[in-house]
């Protein structure tokens, strides 16, 4: 399984970026998929998450409201929308998939996001 997350970038505070996951048809029908990030100097941390289906959904309390996970199967790619960025919200963004037994098994590369203030 491979993974590829882009869209990172630089952006204002208040601004907005869509960061996108790509993979296998294969990948995408088979698995939940989730965002995580990491800040320097700070542990990975879970921003959230979609089902296999799309249908449900699930985010950090430090996004909601202002993120917004969804994908497309047939297309291979998973997207979070982020709006109303914040400065804390400035880190390596990756996408992974997730097991039936809920382990996060497979992860792509990372993408940089930069907020400032």
């Known amino acids: 399984v491979q993974l590829q997350a882009s869209g990172g970038g630089l952006v204002q505070a208040g601004g907005s970026l869509r960061l996108s996951c790509t993979g296998s048809?294969?990948?995408?029908?088979?698995?939940?998929m989730g965002w995580f990030r990491q800040a320097l100097g700070k542990e990975r941390e879970f921003v959230a998450a979609?089902?296999?289906?799309?249908?449900?959904?699930s985010y950090a309390d430090s996004v909601k409201g202002r993120f917004t996970v969804s994908r497309e199967n047939a297309k291979g790619t998973m997207y979070l929308q982020m709006n109303n960025l914040k400065s804390e919200d400035t880190a390596v963004y990756y996408c992974?998939?997730?097991?039936?037994?809920?382990?996060?098994?497979?992860w792509g590369q990372g993408t940089l996001v930069t907020v400032s203030s």
């Open positions: 979609i089902g296999l289906i799309g249908s449900s959904t």
């Open positions: 992974a998939t997730q097991s039936r037994t809920g382990l996060w098994n497979y």
């Open positions: 048809e294969r990948t995408f029908n088979s698995y939940d």
